[in-house]
């Protein structure tokens, strides 16, 4: 995330854009306890960051808040990307297991008819 799609939420948030620079304190920006639960809701729920109240009570400027909600949006992208792919390589391995398992039983199938037919 950077300074300026922060500066888009808290706009949207009513913040006035001119309070919001990087070395300003999230109190002189409206992040006080209400806006920091405001900002913990939207960033979770829109942006699909997980961030807590807490944390966010935990850094001092907006550029604090930045680099807190990039990390906390890149070890959610990264866990996002390791589910995704621990589905896909199950998704692959049922494929696999059924496809070998197919021809198996067709040959047993056929193998019985034949004989039978004998």
Do not use: C, F, Y
Not at 26 to 36: F, H, K
Not at 54 to 65: I, K, N
Not at 79 to 87: D, E
């Amino acid at each position: 995330m950077t300074v300026e799609e922060l500066k888009a939420v808290l706009v949207s948030m009513g913040v006035d854009e001119a309070l919001i620079t990087p070395e300003a304190v999230r109190e002189e920006v409206g992040l006080d306890s209400l806006g920091i639960a405001e900002l913990a809701l939207v960033m979770n729920q829109e942006r699909g960051v997980p961030v807590t109240e807490e944390q966010l009570h935990g850094v001092v400027t907006v550029a604090e808040v930045v680099a807190l909600l990039d990390r906390l949006a890149a070890r959610a992208n990264g866990a996002a990307a390791q589910a995704a792919s621990v589905q896909a390589a199950s998704v692959q391995g049922t494929s696999a297991q059924g496809a070998s398992a197919v021809p198996a039983q067709g040959t047993r199938a056929r193998t019985a008819g034949a004989g039978g037919a004998a």
